[in-house]
């Protein structure tokens, strides 16, 4: 049930006939586990807590340092030096107290990955680093939770949803993370953004997106992005779409799937 204080705080959502009660109190039953309080975690938090998701999860074992703040807006210039989960709590209860935090401030990781994503009922994976990405896609696939994960890139953008563990209407998996990419780039070919840079408005843009994506996997109104890769090119001011399929020959849910748990993961 929603509040008086409720019904007032989502009145422009209840009356979106595609949203409505239903579908602001299905929020509020949700479930959200965000990989990383950074350029994407930051909007994606704050759009998310502002739209009523019940309980939001974070998985972060940084602290906030200067450089964060051109675009890791949940976090302020006070809070320099303070873990990224303490800084994203109090910004989120200021914004939110409806909303229950849970801070995890450690490094996600094979032993503690599947117990964690179990707990909550959608990933959005924010992180910025392929090995991060590849654990928490397993993770999400063994898990069976949805996940939504982006990318930034100097000016550009990426945004997909996986459902790996779900067939679609012909009886077939969707695709898996591995689908679309097969393996990671070799180390030191991608720049890391201390190095090439990135746009801090482009992060907010990635992040609303990725909230978007998740109200709507949680409401369910629309088409979502199951094998779709949303690309942004922000010189070009560009939006383009690329379809992807399962490839039957992916080590995960391919015709003969050689990844059975995350052990792989372990170093």
Not at 30 to 56: D, E, F
Not at 148 to 169: P, Q, V, W
Request: proline share 6%.
């Amino acid at each position: 049930m929603l509040s008086p204080d409720e019904l007032e705080r989502y009145a422009r959502h209840i009356v979106l006939r595609d949203v409505g009660g239903p579908g602001q109190a299905a929020l509020k039953r949700a479930s959200v586990l965000v990989i990383g309080a950074g350029g994407l975690g930051a909007p994606a938090l704050m759009y998310l807590a502002a739209a009523g998701v019940g309980t939001l999860g974070v998985v972060d074992d940084d602290v906030v340092s200067l450089s964060n703040l051109q675009r890791q807006v949940i976090h302020t210039t006070p809070d320099i030096g303070r873990h990224k989960v303490e800084s994203a709590a109090e910004r989120i209860s200021a914004l939110n107290p409806h909303v229950r935090f849970v801070g995890h401030a450690t490094w996600l990781n094979a032993d503690n990955a599947l117990s964690m994503i179990g707990d909550y009922d959608l990933v959005l994976d924010g992180s910025d680093n392929f090995s991060t990405r590849y654990l928490v896609s397993d993770a999400c696939f063994f898990a069976k939770r949805p996940l939504i994960t982006a990318a930034l890139g100097t000016f550009d953008g990426s945004l997909t949803t996986i459902r790996a563990h779900e067939k679609n209407e012909q009886g077939v998996f969707n695709p898996t993370y591995r689908c679309l990419f097969p393996e990671a780039p070799p180390p030191g070919t991608v720049p890391a953004c201390a190095e090439a840079g990135v746009m801090g408005a482009l992060a907010g843009v990635m992040g609303s997106m990725m909230a978007l994506e998740a109200i709507r996997e949680i409401v369910g109104f629309g088409d979502g992005l199951v094998g779709r890769l949303l690309m942004i090119d922000a010189r070009a001011m560009r939006f383009e779409t690329l379809r992807y399929a399962r490839d039957p020959a992916n080590p995960l849910n391919g015709d003969g799937p050689v990844i059975t748990d995350l052990s792989a993961h372990r170093t």
